[in-house]
């Protein structure tokens, strides 16, 4: 919302604005999960909300939060506990499976076993995971890279940590990659 003059003349002040939307259907589903296993819910959260108050509870700085998820990596910039910046790369830690499988014609299960066990290290067959997986790691960092850079062009500030979370973190060598 820009400066400028309201519909009855008053100055308008510029405003940020967070829509969240969710599927019904994803809710009802929650809602009838906990009737079943006999859980009384006060309300259901958004798993950004959720990943923030946990990883950096009351944090009075910017951290970037990285969810690297099985078919996507989400990117949350939070200043002062507040999320300003949201981000979806469409590609998760399923895609480096089947990437794994493509380039060395093994079935997508035992790619995904070599995954979890070498890591990004040579495998029991001597397969080099990690000239196969750098590709696509470089891709999700390049692009973790240009939300920051889009949050501190926009706001100013400088993003002072990122916490990484999410089941695509398991990956032995992905750090040091």
């Known amino acids: 919302v820009g400066v400028g003059a309201g519909p009855t003349g008053e100055k308008t002040i ?17 809602k009838d999960l906990s009737e079943r296993a006999t859980l009384q819910s006060k309300f259901f959260e958004l798993e950004a909300f959720s990943t923030i108050r946990s990883a950096i509870p009351g944090e009075r700085r ?10 996507s990596t ?16 469409p ?47 470089s891709f999700v960092a390049n692009e973790i890279l240009k939300v920051i850079r889009e949050f501190q062009s926009k706001y100013g500030g400088l993003v002072e940590e990122v916490v990484c979370t999410g089941g695509g973190i398991a990956l032995p060598g992905l750090f040091e990659l």
């Open 62 to 71: 910017t951290v970037a939060i990285v969810d690297f998820g099985a078919s």
């Open 14 to 30: 510029p405003s940020n604005i967070l829509i969240v939307a969710v599927y019904s259907e994803a809710i009802n589903n929650l």
């Open 91 to 137: 590609f998760g830690s399923q895609d480096t499976t089947l990437s794994i499988s493509r380039a060395t014609g093994i079935s997508v299960p035992d790619a995904e076993r070599r995954k979890r066990s070498a890591g990004l290290g040579a495998d029991d067959l001597g397969i080099d995971l990690k000239s196969i997986v750098e590709v696509n790691a």
């Open 74 to 89: 989400k990117v949350y910039i939070a200043s002062n506990g507040v999320i300003k910046l949201s981000h979806s790369i």
